[in-house]
Structures are given as structure tokens and as C-alpha cells.
């Protein structure tokens, strides 16, 4: 029961520091989410290649 | 491309693009409008289907192994389920039945005060206010939305490149032009379907008529420039298509001032960079046909919902080549003799003199909106006796 009681007391603290740790992030606007996205494929794909499939996407979202 | 696909695909592509230069080409082109029907046909599932666009391509080569095509409208696949999916909300669409069905729902998430944000950068607008208003997990700005908008974009690319094969297999392997390219729209009827509604936009026409003409003007420009941006290179027999939505439901006096300007500044951009346009006339165009007057000199194909297409094409038929013609409800219910009657009547009534293109007057979205032996033998029928 013990070990039961100190499991629920560290998951409860684990998912606290997980909140704590959204909420110390830096809160982004779409905009800055988008320029993030686009860093993270830089290699994959080319810059000119990348503005079209954003631009097409952002455009999708709007459906 | 295979030596006598690659031929019939030339020919049919030459057919459109003459008749699109409101020329004589060999015979009348049929161009066949559908979303989900082949899907249908040939017994798939529209759930899988929107999953997985290849699957258009065993859809397209069974019924066009059936039934006799010119050219396809598009796709059919413009709603992309999976990227709504990232963001925990189907957007303004939802599949019900086997079909993809509009249901308004932007006019929640943009009122009369946003205007003057959406005035100042559309597109910054649309990033960091509408967007996040939209998909909730997007307004959080941490971790979260930066792991569904990564989801978004896996699933958008995924289906991005799987859309582009689709084009290249059905016009290489199976000789049909695939007619849009892309779809586009402007200022007023972007702001009615994504942003404001039909009641939102009517009540601003009425009580904030500078700021609709303001955002109409910024929409018109920034989308088009996103457009050609992604879309930048015209060709022959291939279109920009643009639904026309709001624009008869607005008195004269109304549509001459908050809708007829951007329609004719979008028109003049695109046919000014040579694109050839494809207006989807929904409604019933008859009493603004005077105003096609002043479109521009250009390559632009109209399809109409409603009217007597002859009389259409008698009025306005000097400014953009005709569609139409074959009513959806008569290949639904109507007899096949019924049918070759009214596509006979249309061919003799509006071939004359080219710039006509034989096609219905609705996109047929499921399998009851057109019985599979009318429209093989409609087609058969144009086929042959649309020689010119």
C-alpha cells in the first residue's frame, strides 16, 4: 500500500513538473511555430520548395 | 508516357486549349466533373480514399476504361482529412455518407472587430489570430502546437506527394488532363466561406461596408500572390479553377460594387500572367450576364450551373468559352434516350463556332447523382456526334 501511495505521489509530481515545464516555455505565435517547422526540414527540403508547400498549407487550413 | 497515351493525351489537351481560345477544335471536349462518384463505382470507400489519394488512380482507371473522358475537372480531393486530423478539428467540412459535405463554421472564430487585424496583414492574421481561434491547440504557443503542427505538415506533405503522383499517373499512364491545376478564390467570397459566413458577410456589406471592401481588396491580393506563388508557371490546356459563391445572392446594385471589381481584378491578374481561368458559375448567372462585358481579354472558361445555355453562350460567348449543359438530375433518373436528346440539343445548340466544352452542371459528389449507363452512353454519344 505504501509503494502504492509513493507511485501516485511521484506520478502526480512528475506530471506537475511537466506542467510547469509547458508553462515556463517560451509561448510562440503560429507565425514563429511556422519559422520553427521550417528550420527542422531545412535539410530535407529546399528553402523555395518549403515557402510553396507552407503557403499551401496554410491555405488548406483554411478549409 | 506510353507512344498512344501520350497522343491521346495531346489531343485532348489540344481540344481543351482551343476551345479555351473560343476556337474550333477537332471535336467537342467533355470534361467530366466529379468528386467522389468513380470512387463509388468502383465499390472503394471515401474514408480510405481521403486517407490515401492513390487510390483515386483504381478508381479513375475502371470507369474511364468504361466511360469516354476528354479531361477531368480535378482530383476531387481539395479537403485533406489527415491534416485536420494533427489539429483535433475537420475545418469546415465533414464526411457524412460517402461524401464530403461544407458546414459553415468559420463565422465563429472572426467577428466585425478582427477586421481592421486582417485589414493591416492578412496572412499575419490568419497565423497568430484566426488559426489559433480555430484549432485550439495551436493558441497554447508551446510544445504542444509545435508537435500537431509538425503532424499537420507530415500529413500535408505526405498527401501533397501522393496527390502529384496521382496527376502524373492519371495524365502519363492513363492520357487524361487533369483541367485544374489549382483552386483559387477572392476577396468576397473568401471572406463568406472561411472567415465571416453568409450571414456575416451580408449583415458587414449592409453596416460595415468600408471595412468588407477594404479586407476584399487585401484578401484578393495576398491570396492570389500566394497562389501564384505556388502555382507559377501557366500552361496550356490547364486552369486556375475559381468557384464563384457569393456573388449572385447580392442584389445588382450590391454585386456591382462589393463583388464585380475583385471578380474582374482577379481575372486581369491571372490572364495577365497568361493563366488560363476557370470560373464555376454557381447559381444562375442569367441577370449579371451583361457584366461579363468588361472581363478581360484573356483565356477564361465558365461552367454554369443554371440558364439556357444557349442563350448564355449567344450573350456572352465572345468573352470566355461555355460549359454545361448536361443536367445531373436527367443522368440521375431521366431514360438513356432522354438523355442523348438534351446532350444532342446541347451540341446542336451551342458547338457552333467552338469555344464549347460538353459537361454537366454539378459536380456529381455520390453515385446517385448520375446512373453509370447515362453517362457512358451521353459521352458515346458527344464522342461521335460532336465532330466538327
Known amino acids: ?63 | 508516357m506510353y507512344s498512344l497515351k501520350k497522343e491521346l493525351y495531346t489531343q485532348r489537351l489540344n481540344r481543351f486549349n482551343l476551345a479555351f481560345k473560343r476556337q474550333i477544335p477537332d471535336r467537342v471536349p467533355i470534361l467530366f466533373m466529379s468528386e467522389m462518384w468513380p470512387v463509388h463505382h468502383c465499390g472503394l470507400s471515401s474514408s480510405d480514399v481521403l486517407k490515401n489519394p492513390l487510390l483515386y488512380f483504381e478508381a479513375f482507371e475502371k470507369t474511364f476504361s468504361e466511360i469516354y473522358v476528354d479531361g477531368l475537372y480535378s482530383l476531387g480531393n481539395l479537403w485533406i482529412e489527415s491534416l485536420f486530423e494533427a489539429f483535433n478539428n475537420t475545418g469546415s467540412y465533414v464526411l457524412t455518407d460517402g461524401i464530403v459535405n461544407y458546414e459553415e463554421r468559420n463565422s465563429y472564430y472572426m467577428d466585425v472587430s478582427d477586421y481592421d487585424s486582417l485589414i493591416k496583414d492578412p496572412l499575419k492574421f490568419m497565423l497568430n489570430e484566426f488559426f489559433p481561434k480555430k484549432f485550439e491547440i495551436l493558441s497554447y504557443g508551446d510544445s504542444r502546437s509545435a508537435h500537431a503542427l509538425n503532424e499537420a505538415f507530415e500529413a500535408y506533405h505526405d498527401h501533397r506527394q501522393k496527390s502529384i503522383h496521382l496527376f502524373k499517373q492519371t495524365e502519363n499512364v492513363l492520357g487524361i488532363p487533369v483541367l485544374a491545376r489549382t483552386i483559387a478564390s477572392f476577396g468576397p467570397d473568401i471572406l463568406q466561406e472561411f472567415f465571416r459566413g453568409f450571414q456575416g458577410v451580408i449583415t458587414d456589406i449592409n453596416r460595415y461596408p468600408e471595412l468588407f471592401l477594404e479586407a476584399s481588396r487585401v484578401l484578393t491580393s495576398c491570396i492570389t500572390e500566394m497562389k501564384m506563388k505556388i502555382y507559377n508557371t501557366p500552361e496550356d490546356g490547364h486552369c486556375v479553377m475559381i468557384p464563384l459563391h457569393l456573388g449572385t445572392y447580392l442584389k445588382p446594385k450590391d454585386f456591382e460594387t462589393f463583388y464585380l471589381p475583385f471578380l474582374i481584378q482577379v481575372l486581369e491578374i491571372y490572364t495577365r500572367a497568361d493563366y488560363t481561368v476557370c470560373l464555376f458559375l454557381e447559381n444562375d448567372w442569367t441577370p449579371y450576364l451583361d457584366y461579363f462585358e468588361a472581363f478581360p481579354k484573356g483565356k477564361i472558361f465558365g461552367i454554369f450551373e443554371y440558364g439556357n445555355l444557349y442563350e448564355i453562350k449567344k450573350r456572352v460567348g465572345d468573352y470566355l468559352c461555355i460549359g454545361g449543359g448536361m443536367p445531373i438530375s436527367q443522368l440521375a433518373y431521366g431514360t438513356e434516350a432522354q438523355c442523348i436528346d438534351t446532350a444532342k440539343r446541347v451540341i446542336d445548340e451551342c458547338a457552333p463556332g467552338g469555344g464549347f466544352i460538353f459537361t454537366t452542371d454539378k459536380l456529381m459528389l455520390s453515385l446517385e447523382d448520375g446512373r453509370f449507363e447515362n453517362i457512358r452512353a451521353v459521352h458515346e454519344f458527344v464522342h461521335d456526334y460532336g465532330k466538327y
Open chain 1, 1 to 63: 500500500m505504501d509503494v502504492l501511495k509513493i507511485f501516485g505521489q511521484f506520478m502526480n509530481l512528475s506530471m506537475i513538473m511537466e506542467n510547469i515545464e509547458v508553462m515556463m516555455e517560451e509561448k510562440k505565435t503560429v507565425e514563429m511555430l511556422f519559422d520553427d517547422l521550417k528550420k527542422s526540414h531545412a535539410e530535407e527540403i529546399d528553402e523555395e520548395t518549403m515557402e510553396i508547400i507552407i503557403a499551401e498549407m496554410i491555405l488548406s487550413m483554411l478549409f
